[in-house]
């Protein structure tokens, strides 16, 4: 079966300092991938999405950027944190052109001070 | 541009009760329509979704219905429970797109 891992966790941030999420997918081939935002209490933002190994496609102008190194794996970084940034990071995976299974990891809080 | 419209953002309803979440969307290309369920800290998960070839779906006490002349869907939760209790989100997405377009979200609180 296939599952998503997504890490870490909870992470705390000073301003100014790099950022590096990581997310894998398993069992399944050729993912489209994506990193989703989500401001407390609020909705769910697209970042970015890619369709294959180093396709990326950003929805959102900002400080943040990602890279899919290898089919299964999807990165989101930044070289400096804004406290803007602070949220909850997901990733999610799916197959195919139709958003069927879209599948969400367990996220990453960021807190950003 | 949210594709996507959603209401209420919130809503309180007592256990037993029914909660009905609304949906409307303007592209006509949509034809996969999913609901996800998110709890405090966790990421969404899928629900229940339905076709537009079909008016209603039915999951145990989840039932979508949707009104392709309208473009309207929604969610009806029957016998509302305090588990219920969090954020749902409609979607919707067509054949050739690799995105979801999420509704905003409707928080339900389930009183016991």
């Known amino acids: 079966s296939q599952t998503i891992h997504q890490w870490p966790a909870t992470l705390v941030q000073p301003v100014g300092s790099p950022l590096s999420l990581e997310c894998t997918v398993e069992g399944t081939s050729n993912p489209n991938l994506y990193w989703y935002r989500q401001a407390a209490g609020r909705g769910l933002q697209l970042l970015f999405y890619s369709v294959g190994i180093g396709q990326i496609s950003s929805e959102v102008p900002q400080n943040l950027s990602a890279s899919r190194p290898q089919d299964r794996q999807f990165i989101l970084s930044s070289k400096k944190l804004l406290l803007s940034d602070s949220g909850f990071y997901l990733c999610a995976w799916s197959v195919g052109q139709s958003g069927y299974g879209y599948t969400f990891g367990s996220g990453t809080r960021l807190t950003v001070v | 541009q949210q594709q996507v419209k959603q209401s209420p953002q919130s809503l309180i309803v007592q256990k037993g009760g029914i909660s009905i979440i609304n949906c409307a969307y303007e592209?006509?290309?949509?034809?996969?329509f999913p609901w996800y369920q998110q709890f405090p800290g966790k990421g969404p998960a899928l629900l229940i979704a339905?076709?537009?070839?079909?008016s209603e779906k039915k999951e145990g006490r989840f039932t979508i219905s949707f009104n392709k002349s309208a473009k309207q869907f929604s969610l009806h939760i029957m016998d509302s429970q305090p588990g219920d209790s969090a954020t749902y989100f409609c979607a919707a997405s067509s054949s050739n797109d690799y995105k979801l377009s999420f509704g905003a979200g409707t928080t339900v609180t389930v009183r016991a």
């Open positions: 592209n006509t290309a949509f034809d996969y």
């Open positions: 339905i076709r537009p070839d079909v």
